[in-house]
């Protein structure tokens, strides 16, 4: 089984950086997204770590450190939109869907 | 827009009823994913299809069930519905069995049982 752990709500400051931590423990690993959600819409995919280091993707960053079990997601430039829910995901060695573990999320919060 | 389309947006139905969501994937992905998300919880994984074929099963109650049909739609039912079954059910879809690669979500199902 995994055990996904990621901090129930932040705030920040519009143009601010915010970085967003989570811890997995799982049996097997095969990859690490993140997703953004605003409330009461779809998940859409942020980024994808599968080998330690950073992964740089605009304002979004995402970095990987398998021996800890630790990612995080940084966000620069805060801007008003980027207000929303933050999933960390984990797949398991098998790569198959029940593999592939949900954290129940990290509600944003930008203030002006 | 992801390219995989849920219907209906919005259900309002009572207990004890049965309801049928529908999820049509993107062009050419095989694999689609059931999930269900309640107001305390994550994303719940139910059960995955792949080519019209079960391939994996989460916490789904035997009260639901789903199936692929072969132009890939894919359908989840849920019956004897509960209280407790009001949540948003999504729908997601991949290009194959498993594999790298990200899920692309549907819009959504919001369901709610009074």
């Known amino acids: 089984g995994q055990n996904i752990d990621q901090p129930t709500e932040m705030t920040a400051t519009e143009g601010a950086i915010v970085q967003i931590n989570c811890t997995y423990q799982?049996?097997?690993?095969?990859?690490l997204f993140w997703y953004q959600q605003h409330a009461g819409e779809a998940p859409t995919f942020l980024s994808y770590n599968v080998l330690d280091g950073l992964e740089e993707k605009g304002r979004f960053s995402s970095f990987l450190s398998r021996s800890k079990g630790y990612s995080y997601l940084l966000l620069k430039e805060l801007q008003m939109k980027d207000s929303a829910s933050y999933l960390c995901?984990?797949?398991?060695?098998?790569?198959?869907?029940?593999?592939?573990?949900f954290g129940k999320g990290t509600h944003l919060i930008i203030q002006p | 827009d992801s390219g995989v389309t849920q219907t209906p947006k919005h259900l309002i139905t009572a207990t004890g009823q049965r309801v049928t969501l529908r999820c049509s994937p993107r062009s050419g992905d095989l694999s689609v994913y059931w999930y269900q998300q309640s107001l305390d919880q994550g994303l719940q994984f139910l059960i995955q299809y792949y080519n019209g074929e079960e391939r994996a099963k989460g916490n789904i109650l035997e009260r639901f069930s789903a199936q692929q049909f072969p132009d890939l739609h894919s359908e989840l039912n849920l019956s004897s519905l509960e209280l407790g079954d009001s949540a948003l059910y999504f729908c997601a879809s991949h290009t194959g069995e498993y594999g790298p690669g990200e899920l692309f979500f549907g819009e959504g199902s919001r369901l709610t049982v009074l």
């Open positions: 995901a984990v797949r398991d060695r098998g790569g198959g869907a029940d593999g592939l573990t």
């Open positions: 799982t049996s097997g690993f095969n990859g």
